[in-house]
């Protein structure tokens, strides 16, 4: 406390003899919240700074001294519990002096000029060509054969699985599913990136993420079929997967409410000083709703070590990008938040694990936000009950399928490197697809989940209401057992 | 409104926090913090600003331990006013006990006395499930004595049980919140007129104690009840139809709610005086229920 207070008082010199310069200074007056002040407290983030130079210091409550100020987040509030000194009669000559609270870093002009809608370019990050060569210059990240090798098996397992819980659902084994076509590499080598430890806010088209984690084929099949094995014991549609031991929360349909959440937890790990940060995943669509900007500016605003990692696949359902929004890409959203972002090749497996890497540990030692735009394009359907081609071409469809497959595009790479071959891939196509058969069918002679499930989970312990509800039905059962679904267990 | 003054001061600026003005944002930041397994308590200037955020405590908090089979509890509480002030009109009156008393997964709360609020609040916190805990703008302001057990530090009150704050043997009366206070003076009126009313203090809307309500209607065969909301799909609803379903019966006359008119609040003083149930409301409501002659609508 008491470095803090030395760099109060002589702030508050500073910032007395600035303000009173009065008529002699002619140039530009530096504004008090200058960039260019000398970093008194330099372990201390910059944020804390700039509330210091506002305020006094005989005031600082008792609460704040107990803080550690590995928490930077404190808010104006404690601070400027005291007036500020009164301004002399003097006043201010200086028409070039801007101080109004809502602006840090400008100044006046007059110059009738408006800001322009288009943002600055924002570069896309990629390391590999399409052709899945480094591209020249590139520094690849540092990735052995073993963890390369894995990201591609999850990738095709995950292509596999896609395509046979599609067929799946086309015969009528489950009511719905969606396929991430196209977003392996953006979902496979964003998780890849992660550390267990970091708790997963999904959309819904990353069951790669989750396939990542570790949760097995079996496990993917009993959800979809709504069995008795089903971890979300029967409540959710297919696809709505969760797992607490792989830190992945369960999918909720509406879109964008898990960004908000994500937030919400990535304070809490800050809290808890956990070497963890949380990761929300979501569309482009999903940038237009309020919950988006609620919490980028949370999440900023709180200095939450939370990744934004949006799957700009060009697509929200059928509504085409150019009806999405009007700025140029999602990246430069964060700037208007004050936050850090990145676009990326989503497609460029090497590259998408480079950005989420370092972001990650930016994340987590600096206690901020990162937005990570993953451009790709989704080459499936929006899900099983969509038809893409009453409103897409078939040429831009066919293109994105054919020649931009991020799968083989790192196939190339791993095959450039020696460490994949034809032979080995056609074994993995094939065992893969007999394990997910295996699973399916497993999955499909289970038992439903039992009645008991029906009243349980809505309380921590259910309530006398739902007690009487579940002995009414009972009852109906044990009146009419023929009328009772023989594969549903009590 | 004051309610959480000093709290910064003693517990710091990590754990009560200030925030934009976003409520589908600080919700939704409270619910994630809750899944993580942190405690929160959110809130809300008054529940019509969490209209902006229903979204997030129905969807996000009632329903995840249910949809996420049981792998995910969300022990978040939901504080704020509640119900009519004065003179804030429409957009800051509305009551919300019947919307959220109607969903599975959320325990509903509605505080009248000093007594209430302490045990109730903390049992609300500690309780495991999201719980939407109504306070009153009006109330707070309103003083109670109170026993040294209520003062004691680890003082809770069980959620999903009444209390009866007045007994009596020839109408059951039920409120929430404010109304409670109304219902009293209303009781007093009615002794005058030898009339003996039983309040039921409800405290909890969602569990409702349905037990207490038919025990006292099977006492006293007539029952009024009293909310500062809607009519339409009410409190009073539901525990007419409770009462109907398992203490027909027992009943001796109609059932009578006195609610809320069927307006939005309006705002100059003597038109949110005609929107609001007053305790002459009550008083006539009881003698109706008992046969008595009443004069047939309010006076302005």
């Known amino acids: 406390m008491a470095l803090i207070r030395r760099a109060g008082r002589s702030l508050s010199m500073l910032k007395r003899s600035s303000l009173f310069h009065g008529k002699q200074k002619k140039q530009r007056q530096q504004p008090i919240v200058s960039p260019s002040l000398p970093n008194l407290t330099p372990h201390l983030p910059s944020s804390l700074i700039r509330l210091q130079i506002n305020t006094t210091y005989s005031a600082i409550p008792r609460g704040i001294s107990s803080c550690s100020f590995r928490s930077s987040y404190i808010p104006n509030r404690l601070l400027t519990s005291e007036a500020q000194p009164k301004l002399p009669d003097e006043g201010i000559d200086d028409t070039q002096f801007l101080d109004f609270p809502g602006v840090k870093n400008t100044a006046f002009t007059c110059d009738l000029k408006f800001v322009s809608e288009k943002s600055e370019e924002v570069p896309c990050y990629r390391v590999l060509s399409e052709l899945g060569e480094p591209v020249d210059g590139a520094k690849l990240p540092q990735m052995a054969d073993a963890l390369a090798l894995r990201i591609y098996e999850n990738m095709i397992t995950l292509q596999v699985m896609d395509y046979l819980f599609y067929e799946a659902q086309r015969q009528g084994r489950f009511s719905f599913y969606m396929t991430c076509s196209g977003e392996e590499a953006a979902i496979v080598a964003s998780a890849a990136a992660l550390s267990n430890e970091d708790v997963i806010f999904a959309q819904y088209r990353e069951q790669g993420a989750l396939m990542w984690r570790g949760f097995d084929l079996q496990e993917f099949a009993h959800q979809c079929y709504s069995n008795s094995a089903d971890y979300g014991k029967g409540r959710q549609m297919p696809i709505h997967y969760g797992s607490k031991k792989h830190n992945f929360v369960t999918i909720s349909s509406p879109i964008a409410t898990q960004l908000s959440h994500a937030v919400g937890a990535a304070y809490s790990l800050k809290m808890d000083r956990k070497d963890a940060c ?213 | 409104m004051q309610v959480t003054k000093g709290l910064l001061q003693k517990f710091g600026p990590d754990r009560v926090l200030d925030t934009p003005i976003t409520e589908a944002g600080f919700t939704g930041l409270g619910v994630g913090a809750a899944f993580y397994g942190l405690k929160p308590v959110v809130e809300f200037m008054t529940f019509n600003f969490a209209m902006q955020a229903i979204d997030h405590i129905i969807n996000s908090a009632a329903k995840t331990y249910y949809m996420s089979g049981g792998q995910i509890s969300v022990p978040i509480v939901f504080r704020g006013p509640n119900g009519a002030a004065a003179g804030v009109a429409a957009q800051h009156s509305q009551c919300f006990a019947a919307w959220y008393g109607s969903c599975p997964g959320l325990k509903v709360i509605s505080p009248y006395s000093s007594e209430d609020y302490r045990g109730l609040l903390k049992a609300a916190i500690r309780d495991p499930d999201p719980v939407v805990f109504l306070e009153n703008e009006l109330m707070y302001g309103e003083t109670f004595p109170v026993s040294d057990e209520v003062l004691d530090s680890n003082f809770t009150l069980p959620i999903g049980k009444a209390k009866i704050e007045r007994e009596g043997k020839d109408v059951t009366i039920t409120a929430f919140s404010k109304m409670v206070g109304y219902a009293l003076k209303a009781a007093d009126e009615l002794a005058k007129d030898g009339i003996s009313a039983e309040v039921i203090n409800l405290r909890s809307i969602r569990p409702l104690d349905r037990a207490t309500i038919n025990a006292s209607v099977r006492k006293t065969y007539r029952l009024v009840t009293v909310e500062e909301g809607w009519p339409q799909h009410g409190v009073g609803a539901e525990i007419s139809a409770s009462v109907v379903e398992e203490s027909f019966e027992y009943l001796d006359a109609p059932i009578d709610r006195i609610t809320g008119a069927d307006v939005p609040m309006p705002y100059a003083a003597n038109l949110e005086r005609l929107a609001l149930p007053q305790v002459e409301d009550i008083v006539r409501a009881a003698k109706r229920a008992c046969y008595r002659q009443v004069p047939q609508s309010a006076a302005a």
């Open chain 1, 278 to 490: 949380a990761v929300t995943y979501f569309g482009d669509g999903a940038t237009s709703e309020g919950d988006f900007h609620a919490a980028m500016n949370f999440a900023a605003v709180m200095e939450a070590p939370v990744l934004f990692i949006c799957r700009n696949n060009g697509w929200a359902i059928s509504t085409p990008i150019t009806d999405q929004y009007r700025s140029d890409g999602v990246a430069t959203k964060s700037r208007a938040y004050g936050m850090r972002s990145i676009c990326v090749d989503g497609n460029d497996a090497l590259a998408v694990y480079s950005a989420v890497k370092s972001a990650r540990s930016m994340a987590i030692s600096e206690s901020r936000p990162i937005l990570i735009e993953v451009l790709t394009y989704r080459v499936s359907h929006h899900s099983t009950s969509d038809d893409s081609t009453k409103y897409r071409s078939g040429e831009e469809l066919s293109h994105w399928k054919v020649m931009r497959d991020p799968v083989v595009r790192f196939r190339r790479w791993l095959e450039g490197n020696g460490w994949w071959n034809r032979q080995k891939d056609t074994e993995l196509q094939s065992h893969s697809r007999k394990k997910i058969i295996a699973a399916m069918m497993n999955a499909e002679s289970m038992k439903k989940p039992p009645l008991s499930d029906l009243f349980t989970d809505v309380y921590d312990s259910i309530p006398t209401n739902l007690k009487e509800q579940e002995s009414y039905v009972r009852e109906a059962v044990a009146k009419n057992p023929n009328l009772y679904p023989s594969d549903v267990p009590l």
